[in-house]
């Protein structure tokens, strides 16, 4: 059976996307901090599915131990390892991190150094094989810079750039990267925040993320609606964008 | 988690009655960790945990205060397969329980009337269903529980590990702490169905009757009554009492006979006008339903259809409109029921107030649960839209009901007061006396808990 892993799994797209991927009965490697939610889901995904689990302790925020956390599970895997879907996002406090050097760092890393940092080690392993997926979560709040999360948004935008440019190196290899930009989910990032719309669930935007994995797609915006606003909002010329309190 | 503590929606709750409507700061943890981290986080004075909602009133509300959401804590921990042992998260409801095991060959030991309840409501409001009479309530078959106590310890708890914890969180309310997991034992079935007995009682004494002299011979027993029905058809009833079909008593036509039967869902996608229901309306269609039913032997009905009819429809709730309603379910002890559910029937029929089907279910011993509802005798539930003149009605009901001996289940009630409360159940101060040890700052609290006098305002 080919399996897939997860980075951040604990997340609540994460475990959406797993899900997904169980129920077409891929076996599951999950990765991220936390040991006791990692072997509650592994239990879960094993007794709901019956699909293999394996869990990797894994921390985005310390790239140093990437290679020593990531390597054993892309090699154990072998062959049948069909791909990698990075789901780790952390929105932040944009206000405090304005005055705090530790909340942008957090930003920053969570969101781009260290899924960059990720991200290389498995784009490395795929192109030796010749063959896989690499799909990553970024967000619509890199398409444009507004200041209510600019520092997400810059991020998401950097990891965007990076995915293009690893899509376009790795063509070559005949391996894909897939990257996906949701719009507003209902997770712990938007629960309890004010002015939201057109609030996706985890679930749908899992079944939109498989779906583009499957269908080899590049750029996906889930839900698709995502697209034709963002399209919008890029076209607004900057001397007028700078002026709103989005 | 935001720099600034765990996020929550400000908005309006409410029970599955609709009544009554609160204003809370709801959670939603999506990891143990935040569980803790809520509670200890001070931003709130209380906190209640809430499963899918499915309690009646405002057990799971909390007026300006905390309300913990457990439905993204819902994973199933661990199973073991020869003893039929599941461990899960108080998240778990029984709908995924029964669609993952019921293929496998496992059945709830008790269910509630809806399997849209969480596992941790089922043990806080040690649900019964129509089988108390054989195997008792919900906490029968769980071996034990996790608790996150208010200091931030998780506790083990079963009848033999705190076992003070034990009896006064099954049926607490989540009043104790947070249930975090549990362990339940499940049931082994030979199939989905359950073959049934249909038999008409034309009056509440032949019912009453009917199920004293052959409860004993059926697992699940349960008469829908006509509460509007009058004089010589007071309480006229439809008995319906089965056991589960075994794989011989399957017929060939069914080809798996533990696959999920295929079942139209329909939805009520509005609420109805409050004028829909009225005695008139009502009255139609009990005496139809009455008369519908047909005295028949060994039927099969799928689970679903006996064990969660209203489960069929998503959002019946909406049937009785924007004002909502109340679930009105007492139990009365064996001595003296039928003279005391012949009043409260009296007195409800001649309020005209409109009520579809009442459920009367005989009831085993009860157990050592300190806030457990059940008691040995009779329970009869019923539905009345909420309008004026309900409130004082349904407080001379509890009068008589106090007179009678019975009690009012908290998991529907949404306007007993502390005075009848204290009476009906006897055993409160033992339960005020652990909880003031568990919890003294008060740390768990809610709506209902204020309202009846379990904790102070």
């Known amino acids: 059976m080919p399996s897939v892993l997860i980075l951040g799994a604990t ?83 944009q206000a405090v991190a304005q005055a705090d050097l530790t909340e942008t760092r957090r930003i920053l ?103 583009a994995i499957v269908r080899g797609k590049d750029v996906v915006y889930l839900p698709w609606f995502w697209r034709w606003i963002m399209f919008v909002l890029r076209l607004v010329p900057e001397r007028m964008f700078k002026r709103l309190r989005l | 988690m935001s720099a600034t503590g765990p996020g929550f929606v400000t908005q309006m709750l409410s029970g599955w009655g609709r009544f009554p409507v609160e204003r809370c ?83 709830l030991p008790v269910t509630p009337g809806t399997k849209f309840v969480t596992v941790g409501g089922a043990i806080a409001a040690d649900v019964h269903g129509k089988n108390h009479h054989k195997d008792g309530t919900f906490a029968n078959f769980v071996l034990d529980f996790r608790l996150l106590a208010p200091n931030g310890e998780i506790l083990s708890c079963s009848p033999l590990d705190n076992p003070e914890i034990f009896w006064a969180t099954v049926g607490g309310m989540g009043l104790t702490g947070i249930i975090l997991s549990a362990r339940i034992q499940l049931r082994r079935v030979e199939s989905a169905y359950v073959l049934v007995d249909y038999q008409k009682a034309q009056n509440l004494d032949e019912a009453l009757g009917m199920m004293s002299e052959s409860n004993e011979h059926y697992q699940y027993s349960v008469a829908w009554i006509d509460c509007l029905a009058t004089g010589k058809s007071m ?73 969660y009819p209203l489960d069929a429809i998503q959002n019946w709730n909406r049937l009785y409109g924007k004002r909502g309603f109340v679930q009105y379910q007492i139990a009365l002890p064996l001595e003296g029921s039928d003279a005391g559910l012949v009043a409260v029937l009296e007195r409800l029929a001649r309020s005209r107030r409109a009520s579809f089907l009442g459920v009367l279910k005989r009831l085993g011993n009860a157990n050592a649960g300190l806030l457990s509802f059940p008691i040995k005798g009779y329970t009869l ?15 001379e009901l509890d009068q008589m009901v106090l007179r009678y001996g019975g009690r009012v289940y908290l998991a529907k009630d949404a306007v007993l007061t502390a005075e009848s409360f204290a009476v009906t159940y006897p055993k409160l101060e033992q339960f005020r006396g652990i909880k003031r040890k568990l919890d003294p700052k008060g740390l768990l609290a809610s709506s209902l808990a204020r309202r009846v006098g379990i904790v102070e305002t």
């Open chain 1, 11 to 93: 997340s609540m797209i994460a475990r959406a996307v797993a899900a997904e991927f169980a129920s077409h009965k891929y076996d599951l490697i999950l990765a991220g901090r936390s040991p006791e939610e990692l072997n509650a889901l592994a239990a879960d995904f094993s007794l709901r599915h019956g699909v293999r689990i394996r869990t990797q302790i894994f921390d985005v925020l310390h790239p140093e131990g990437h290679e020593s956390s990531l390597e054993p599970c892309l090699c154990e895997a072998g062959e049948a390892l069909a791909g990698v879907v990075l789901c780790i996002g952390y929105l932040g406090d």
């Open chain 1, 109 to 211: 890393e969570t969101n781009f150094t260290g899924s960059v940092s990720a991200l290389n080690i498995t784009a490395n392993h795929f192109e030796r094989r010749r063959t896989g997926f690499i799909c990553a979560l970024s967000s619509v709040a890199g398409d444009r810079g507004r200041q209510s999360n600019y520092l997400y948004g810059a991020a998401k935008a950097g990891l965007s750039t990076y995915l293009q440019g690893l899509r376009n190196r790795l063509f070559h290899s005949n391996v894909r990267v897939i990257t996906v930009k949701p719009g507003f989910v209902d997770t712990r990032m938007t629960f309890g925040r004010p002015k939201l719309f057109l609030v996706a669930s985890p679930e749908a935007v899992a079944r939109g993320i498989y779906r």
């Open chain 2, 25 to 107: 700061h709801l959670y939603r943890p999506e990891s143990r960790a935040e569980v803790a981290a809520i509670l200890a986080s001070g931003t709130q004075r209380s906190y209640v945990s809430y499963g899918l909602g499915r309690s009646y009133g405002d057990a799971a509300l909390n007026r300006e205060g905390g309300v913990i959401c457990h439905t993204r804590l819902n994973r199933f921990l661990s199973f073991d397969e020869t003893a039929g042992v599941l461990e899960c998260e108080a998240g778990v409801n029984l709908a995924e329980i029964l669609r993952y095991f019921l293929p496998r060959g496992f059945f």
């Open chain 2, 235 to 307: 309480g006229r009833a439809v008995l319906m009492r089965g056991d589960h079909a075994t794989a011989a008593q399957m017929p060939p036509r069914v080809r798996n006979p533990l696959a999920e039967p295929s079942r139209r869902r329909w939805n009520l996608p509005c609420d109805l006008p409050s004028v829909a229901l009225n005695s008139l309306t009502v009255g139609a269609f009990n005496a139809l339903y009455y008369a519908s039913h047909r005295n028949a032997s060994q039927q099969l009905v799928d689970f679903e259809k006996f064990f």
């Open chain 2, 381 to 395: 539930a019923l539905d009345l839209p909420v309008s004026k003149g309900l409130v004082p009605l349904l407080h």
